[in-house]
């Protein structure tokens, strides 16, 4: 039996997205070396300052600029492994302006890609369903129906 307490982490994390031609994009960070691929994030635990400064933290790192959706989250989940508990809650922001030298360029990279492309590249269950969420918040925000639940909606098709 594991005698050891549990550690509790939180951190804040951000699901930028951006109106295109091509639909809504999200970006997406992982490190220069790796092929992991996440949302920009910030550990709130120990820094203090309100949940918008720590999320403006992490778009300022990722060089993302625009504005959060709500003031509410989009959703939260907890992951454990070990004896580590992390605790992740989401904002979405709507982008827009992305600055061309940001703070991780030397260590990141940025990717901007279409929803199905983005639930392929994120490994973690919980960040592909924050898309979901993300996309069904941005059609209610925009007033226009969700074309996943509504049978009445129709595609967009190119004129």
């Given at each position: 039996m594991d005698n050891r307490e549990r550690v509790q982490l939180r951190e804040s994390c951000l699901i930028p997205y951006r109106h295109t031609d091509q639909g809504i994009e999200f970006c997406l960070i992982s490190p220069a070396t790796g092929s992991r691929w996440e949302f920009p994030k910030t550990e709130s635990d120990g820094q203090g300052g309100s949940a918008g400064e720590l999320l403006n933290q992490a778009a300022a790192a990722a060089g993302l600029g625009g504005s959060l959706q709500d003031d509410d989250p989009l959703d939260a989940f907890v992951a454990?492994?070990?004896?580590?508990?992390?605790?992740?809650?989401?904002?979405?922001?709507?982008?827009?302006?992305?600055?061309?030298?940001?703070?991780?360029?030397?260590?990141?990279?940025?990717?901007?890609?279409?929803?199905?492309?983005?639930?392929?590249?994120l490994r973690r269950k919980p960040l592909r369903r924050f898309i979901d969420l993300a996309l069904r918040s941005v059609d209610a925000a925009s007033g226009s129906p969700d074309r996943r639940t509504d049978p009445n909606a129709l595609p967009n098709r190119p004129r």
């Amino acid at each position: 039996m594991d005698n050891r307490e549990r550690v509790q982490l939180r951190e804040s994390c951000l699901i930028p997205y951006r109106h295109t031609d091509q639909g809504i994009e999200f970006c997406l960070i992982s490190p220069a070396t790796g092929s992991r691929w996440e949302f920009p994030k910030t550990e709130s635990d120990g820094q203090g300052g309100s949940a918008g400064e720590l999320l403006n933290q992490a778009a300022a790192a990722a060089g993302l600029g625009g504005s959060l959706q709500d003031d509410d989250p989009l959703d939260a989940f907890v992951a454990a492994r070990g004896n580590e508990a992390r605790h992740t809650t989401a904002y979405l922001m709507q982008v827009t302006h992305v600055d061309d030298d940001w703070p991780r360029q030397n260590t990141h990279r940025r990717l901007w890609c279409l929803a199905e492309e983005a639930r392929v590249r994120l490994r973690r269950k919980p960040l592909r369903r924050f898309i979901d969420l993300a996309l069904r918040s941005v059609d209610a925000a925009s007033g226009s129906p969700d074309r996943r639940t509504d049978p009445n909606a129709l595609p967009n098709r190119p004129r």
